[in-house]
C-alpha cells in the first residue's frame, strides 16, 4: 500500500479542513512529520487508521472523541484516504458518530457512523465498493489489505510507545502476521486438510470398534473366540433335536390323519339322516303341485280361443273411438261455420274505417310544416337568453371589480401600518444574538466542570479500591513470603536428617568433619517431608505476589497522577467560569432568549412576507383600475345586443298557432295522427287475413267431418263378423260362458312360471332319492366311530411336537444368530484392518503436519521459518549498520516448554561477546533499532515473494529521541538508502537534528483555533 492523499476536517487538533498530497514527495520519499509535542504528529497516523479500520493507531481514544473542540458546529468530522494497491486505487471515506445541527430548527441530533470506499480508475471516474456500513467497509478494506488493525499497526506502522510489538509478538502471534503477509494459508489449509482426513479415519476405527462390541453384545459374548466356541458346542445338541422334532412330526401327522377318516365317515351318517328328513318334507307340497297342473290344463285350453277374443275386443274399442272423434268434428265443424260468418263482418267494419285516412294524411303535413317554423323560433330564442346571460355575467364582473379595488386599498394601509411594527422588532436582533452566544459558552463551561467532577469522583472511588487491592496484594505477598521461607527450612531439616541417616561412627561427616555424631539431627514430622519442587513452587508463588502488588502499585499511582490532573483542570475551569447561575438559570435564560431570537426571526420572515404581499396589492390594484373602464364598454354593448335579438324572436313567435309553439306538444300531435294511420291500416290488413283463414279452417271442418262417418260405417261392419265368429268358438269351448273363460286364462309368463314350479319340485325329488340310496349303499357295512379319542390321540402326539419344536427352535435361532454375528465380525474386523493399514498412514502424516511431533513446528510455520530466515537475513544487515556491527536478529532454536508452540521466536546475538539473548533483554534505543530493522526486512520480502502483500509505505512515530547521535546519523542514512527501492518512509518525531537533514517535511502548527500543516519539499 501507498498514501497518495490524506484529508481530515474537525478531526484531532484540526479545526478545519486540511489535505497532505503525498504525491509530492515523489516515488521515492523519506519525509519527516514535525511539529511541538501535543500539535497533532501522531493525528495524522490516527487519521489513516481510522479512515482504513474505524480506529486510531494506539487504540487509546475511541473515534467519538476525535472531534476538534475548536470546529464550527456545521462542520463534520471525517477523513479522507487515497491509497494504491498495486495497479489500483482507491479512495476511503469514513465519518465517527457524531452531534450536528438539526436541518430545521434550533438544537443538535446525533448523526450515525458512515463509511464509503470508491475504487478510482485512470479516466478519474469512479465505482462505489462499499457505503454506509462501516463494518462492511472495514471488511472490504482488510480483502484488500491483507490485514486487519492490529497486524496494520504493527507492520506498517511503529507507533509511538509500541514500536516493540512486533519485536517482542510471541511465535503464534508472529504466526498470525507472517502468514497474512505472505499468505501462506494454503500450507495452514493442506495440514487442517490431512487432520480432518485422519480424524475422519480415526472416527471410523473407532466406530467399526464400537460396532464390534455392539455385534458381541447381542449375544452376550466378549470375543470372536467364544462364538466360535459355541457354535462348535451347539452343533451336536442341535441334530439331536432336529430328528426328535421330525419323528414327532411324522406321528402327529398320522393321527391327524386317522382323526380325519373319522369325521368323514361320521359326516356320511349325518347326510344320510339329512336326506331323509328332506324327503319327508320335500313330499308334503305334492298335493300342492297335482293341483298346479289340472289349473294349468284348462289355461292352456283358454289360450288356443283368446286371439279370436282379443280380435273382437279390439274392434269394439276401435269402434267406439271413431264414434267419439266424429261428434267431436260434429261440433269443430259447426263452430268454424260461425267464426267464418264472425270474420266476414269485421272485414266489412275495417274497410269502413279506411275510408278516413286521406283526410288524416292532409293533416298530418301541415303539421310537418310547423317544425320547421318551431326550430327557427327556439334557435332565436337561445340567441336572446345567451345576450342576456353575457350581459349580466360581464355586469356582475363590473361589480365584483369595484369591491375588489376597494378591498386592496384597505389591505395596502393594512400591510403598510404592520412593516413598521415588524421594523421595531428586528433591529432587536443582533443583542440577542450575542447574549446567546455568552450563554451557550457558560453552559458548555458549567457541563465541562460537572463532567470533571463526576470524573473526580469516579478516580477517587477508583484510588480506593486500588489501594485496597495494594493492601491485599501486600498482605497476599508477606502470606507468600513467610510460607516460602517455612518450606525452605523444613527442606534444609528434611536434608539434615537424610544426611544425618547416613553418617557412621569413625566417618568423618561432610558438613562439620567430625567423626562422632553425639546428636545427629532428627525430623519430628516424617509425614509431612518438603521436596525441593515444594520450595521452587513456593518462591514462584512469592514471585507471582510480588508481580500482582507491583501492578497493584502501578496502577495506583496512575490514577493518583490522573486525579491530580483532573483536579487541576477543574481548578482552572471554576477559575475561567464568571457566573454562578445554576445550570437550570443559565438553560433558562438560554431558552428565553432562543424564543426571543426565534420571534425575531418570525418577524424577519413575517416582514418579508408582508413586504412582498404589499408588492403584490399595488400590481394588482393597478390591473383592477384599468380593467374597470374596459368592463364599462363591454357591458353597455352587450345590453344593446340582447334587446335586438328579443325583439326578432318576438317577431316569429306570432307565426306559429299558440298550442304549437312547444316542440313537445307538436311532436305528440303528428305521433298521434301517425299512429292513427297505422292502427287504421294494420286493423284492415288484418280482418282481411282472418277472413282468408276462417273459410280456409271451415272447408277443412267439413272434409274431416264427412270423412269420419265413411270410415265408422266401415269398422262397423268388421267388428260385427268378428263378434260372430268368437261366439260359435265359444260354444265349441269347454267353458260355459266368457267369464269362466276369462278366469282359466293365464299369460304367457305365468304359464312359464307354473311348468318351472312344477319342473324343480320333480328334480329335487328325484335328486333327494338318488342321494339316499348312494348313502346307504356306501355306510351298509359301516359303524359310527370314536372321535372324540381320535381327537385326544392328536392332541398328545401335538403336546410332544410342540415341546420339542420349541427346544430345537431356541438351539436353532441361538445357532442361526451366532452364525450371523461370526460373518459380520469377520467382515467388521477386515473392515476395521484396512482403516488401521490407512489411519498407520495419514495419522503419522498428520502429526507431523500439525507439529505434534517432534519439534512442534507445523507445517505453515516450517514454511515461516525459513521466510524468517529470509527476513531476519536483511534485517541483521541493517540492524549491524545501525548498532556499529554489534548487533544481529536470529531465530531462536531451542523447543519451547510444555505444549507451547513454537519455531518463529527471535533473539539477539550480541558479536561483541558472541553470544544470544531475548529480545526482551535490548535497551530502549536498541529496540527500536531492531523493531525497525525488522519492520524494513519484513517490507524487503514480502515485496520479493510474487502473491505477497505489497509494503512500500511506513510511518514511525518517535523512537528517535532514544538514540545517541551517532547511531541517529546511521539510522538516518540508512533510512536514506531505502528512497532507491522506491518505498516511502514518513517519520514523526520532534527531534530537532533530523530536521536539519531531511529536506521534505509536513510541519504541524498549534494555534488558539486549531492546528495547521504545511507542506514544505
Request: hydrophobic fraction near 40%.
Amino acid at each position: 500500500m501507498k498514501a497518495l492523499a490524506l484529508t481530515i476536517q474537525a478531526f484531532g487538533p484540526f479545526a478545519d479542513t486540511q489535505t497532505i498530497d503525498f504525491n509530492a514527495f515523489g516515488d521515492s520519499s523519506l519525509y519527516l512529520i514535525n511539529g511541538n509535542t501535543g500539535s497533532g504528529k501522531t493525528t495524522l497516523l490516527d487519521a489513516i487508521s481510522f479512515a482504513l479500520y474505524g480506529d486510531t493507531t494506539g487504540k487509546e481514544r475511541d473515534a467519538t472523541e476525535m472531534r476538534c473542540d475548536y470546529a464550527n458546529a456545521s462542520l463534520l468530522t471525517q477523513v479522507t484516504f487515497e491509497f494504491k494497491l498495486g495497479s489500483k486505487t482507491y479512495r476511503i471515506q469514513r465519518i465517527p458518530k457524531q452531534d450536528a445541527p438539526k436541518a430545521r430548527g434550533e438544537g443538535m441530533t446525533s448523526k450515525g457512523p458512515e463509511a464509503y470506499l470508491w475504487e478510482i480508475h485512470g479516466d478519474a471516474s469512479t465505482t462505489l465498493l462499499a457505503s454506509k456500513k462501516v463494518t462492511e467497509v472495514t471488511q472490504k478494506v482488510i480483502e484488500l489489505l491483507g490485514l486487519n488493525s492490529e497486524q496494520f499497526r504493527q507492520v506498517m506502522v511503529l507507533p509511538q510507545g509500541r514500536f516493540r510489538e512486533l519485536l517482542l509478538a510471541d511465535s503464534k502471534d508472529r504466526e498470525e502476521i507472517f502468514s497474512q503477509l505472505f499468505q501462506t494459508q494454503i500450507y495452514k489449509q493442506v495440514e487442517d486438510k490431512i487432520k480432518e482426513q485422519a480424524k475422519e479415519v480415526s472416527d471410523q476405527i473407532k466406530a467399526f470398534e464400537t460396532k464390534i462390541a455392539g455385534i458381541l453384545e447381542t449375544v452376550e459374548l466378549s470375543s470372536s473366540d467364544a462364538v466360535d466356541t459355541e457354535i462348535t458346542t451347539l452343533a451336536v445338541e442341535h441334530q439331536i433335536k432336529l430328528q426328535q422334532k421330525n419323528d414327532l412330526g411324522q406321528a402327529h401327522l398320522k393321527a391327524i390323519k386317522q382323526h380325519q377318516a373319522g369325521l368323514n365317515c361320521q359326516q356320511q351318517f349325518d347326510n344320510l339322516t339329512a336326506q331323509q328328513e328332506r324327503l319327508s318334507i320335500h313330499l308334503k307340497e305334492q298335493p300342492n303341485i297335482d293341483q298346479l297342473k289340472a289349473a294349468m290344463k284348462r289355461a292352456l285350453s283358454a289360450q288356443k280361443i283368446s286371439p279370436m277374443f282379443e280380435q273382437m275386443e279390439l274392434l269394439t274399442q276401435d269402434k267406439l273411438k271413431l264414434e267419439n272423434t266424429l261428434q267431436d268434428l260434429r261440433v269443430s265443424n259447426q263452430q268454424a261455420i260461425q267464426v267464418l260468418a264472425t270474420a266476414e263482418q269485421s272485414a266489412k267494419t275495417a274497410n269502413d274505417n279506411a275510408k278516413t285516412i286521406e283526410q288524416l294524411n292532409r293533416e298530418l303535413d301541415k303539421l310537418q310544416s310547423y317544425q320547421d317554423a318551431l326550430q327557427k323560433l327556439q334557435l332565436a330564442h337561445a340567441d336572446m337568453q345567451t345576450a342576456h346571460q353575457a350581459a349580466q355575467h360581464q355586469q356582475a364582473n363590473l361589480t365584483q371589480a369595484q369591491v375588489s379595488i376597494q378591498t386592496l386599498k384597505a389591505a395596502q394601509h393594512s400591510a403598510e401600518q404592520s412593516l413598521e411594527g415588524l421594523q421595531a422588532l428586528v433591529t432587536q436582533e443582533t443583542d440577542a444574538r450575542l447574549k446567546q452566544a455568552q450563554l451557550q459558552e457558560q453552559l458548555k463551561m458549567v457541563a465541562e466542570l460537572a463532567r470533571l467532577e463526576s470524573l473526580l469522583s469516579h478516580k477517587k472511588q477508583e484510588g480506593e479500591q486500588a489501594n485496597q487491592q495494594v493492601q491485599i496484594a501486600l498482605q497476599a505477598l508477606n502470606a507468600a513470603e513467610q510460607t516460602a521461607t517455612e518450606c525452605q527450612m523444613r527442606w534444609h531439616l528434611g536434608q539434615a536428617n537424610i544426611l544425618a541417616k547416613t553418617l557412621k561412627n569413625n566417618q568423618a561427616c561432610p558438613v562439620c568433619g567430625s567423626l562422632e555424631h553425639p546428636q545427629p539431627a532428627q525430623w519430628q514430622d516424617a509425614s509431612h517431608e518438603i521436596e525441593q519442587s515444594h520450595v521452587d513452587a513456593a518462591f514462584a508463588q512469592v514471585a507471582a505476589c510480588q508481580k500482582k502488588h507491583a501492578e497493584a502499585s502501578n496502577h495506583l499511582t496512575a490514577l493518583r497522577t490522573q486525579y491530580s490532573e483532573l483536579k487541576s483542570q477543574r481548578d482552572q475551569l471554576k477559575h475561567a467560569l464568571t457566573t454562578d447561575a445554576s445550570v437550570e438559570a443559565l438553560n433558562q435564560s438560554l431558552a428565553d432568549i432562543q424564543n426571543q431570537i426565534q420571534h425575531i426571526e418570525s418577524a424577519k420572515t413575517e416582514q418579508n412576507n408582508t413586504q412582498a404581499n404589499l408588492g403584490n396589492i399595488k400590481q394588482q390594484l393597478s390591473a383592477l383600475e384599468a380593467n374597470l373602464q374596459v368592463l364599462q364598454t363591454e357591458v353597455y354593448h352587450l345590453q344593446t345586443q340582447a334587446q335586438l335579438k328579443h325583439q326578432a324572436w318576438s317577431d316569429l313567435q306570432t307565426q306559429l298557432p299558440e298550442a304549437y309553439r312547444n316542440l313537445e306538444a307538436l311532436n305528440s300531435a303528428i305521433n298521434n295522427l301517425q299512429q292513427r294511420l297505422a292502427e287504421l291500416k294494420q286493423a284492415q290488413e288484418t280482418a282481411r287475413l282472418a277472413l282468408e283463414a276462417a273459410r280456409s279452417r271451415a272447408d277443412k271442418a267439413q272434409q274431416s267431418l264427412e270423412s269420419s262417418q265413411q270410415q265408422l260405417k266401415d269398422l262397423a261392419q268388421k267388428q260385427a263378423a268378428s263378434q260372430q265368429q268368437w261366439q260359435m268358438a265359444l260354444e265349441a269351448s269347454d267353458f260355459k260362458d266368457v267369464t269362466e273363460f276369462k278366469s282359466a286364462l293365464w299369460s304367457a309368463q305365468a304359464l312359464e312360471q307354473h311348468q318351472k314350479t312344477i319342473n324343480t319340485y320333480e328334480e329335487q325329488l328325484n335328486q333327494i332319492n338318488g342321494a339316499i340310496q348312494q348313502l346307504q349303499t356306501s355306510l351298509a357295512d359301516q359303524a359310527a366311530p370314536d372321535l372324540n379319542r381320535l381327537q385326544q390321540q392328536v392332541d398328545e402326539v401335538k403336546v410332544l411336537l410342540d415341546n420339542a419344536e420349541l427346544e430345537f427352535k431356541a438351539i436353532d435361532q441361538r445357532v442361526t444368530l451366532l452364525k450371523s454375528v461370526q460373518q459380520k465380525l469377520a467382515l467388521a474386523h477386515q473392515e476395521n484392518q484396512t482403516l488401521q493399514d490407512e489411519y498407520h498412514l495419514i495419522g503419522t502424516l498428520s502429526q507431523v503436519l500439525s507439529g505434534a511431533a517432534g519439534d512442534k513446528v507445523n507445517l505453515q510455520r516450517f514454511v515461516l521459518s525459513l521466510l524468517l530466515a529470509d527476513v531476519l537475513e536483511i534485517a541483521s544487515l541493517r540492524l549491524k549498520m545501525m548498532s556499529n556491527g554489534r548487533y544481529e536478529l536470529i531465530r531462536k532454536e531451542d523447543k519451547s516448554k510444555g505444549n507451547k508452540t513454537s519455531g518463529l521466536d527471535l533473539e539477539i546475538l550480541d558479536t561483541w561477546n558472541d553470544s544470544s539473548r531475548g529480545v526482551a533483554t535490548l535497551s530502549g534505543g536498541e529496540s527500536f533499532m531492531a523493531a525497525l530493522s525488522l519492520a524494513l526486512g519484513l517490507s524487503d520480502v514480502v515485496q520479493s515473494y510474487s502473491g505477497g502483500i505489497k509494503l512500500d509505505t511506513l510511518f514511525i512515530d518517535e523512537g528517535f529521541g532514544s538514540l545517541d547521535q551517532e547511531s541517529l546519523d546511521r539510522s538516518i542514512e540508512m533510512l536514506k538508502q531505502l528512497q532507491a527501492s522506491g518505498r516511502s518512509i514518513g517519520i514523526i518525531s520532534h527531534v530537532s537534528e533530523l530536521k536539519e537533514q531531511m529536506a521534505m517535511r509536513i510541519d504541524v502548527h498549534a494555534s488558539g483555533q486549531g492546528s495547521f500543516l504545511k507542506v514544505v519539499v
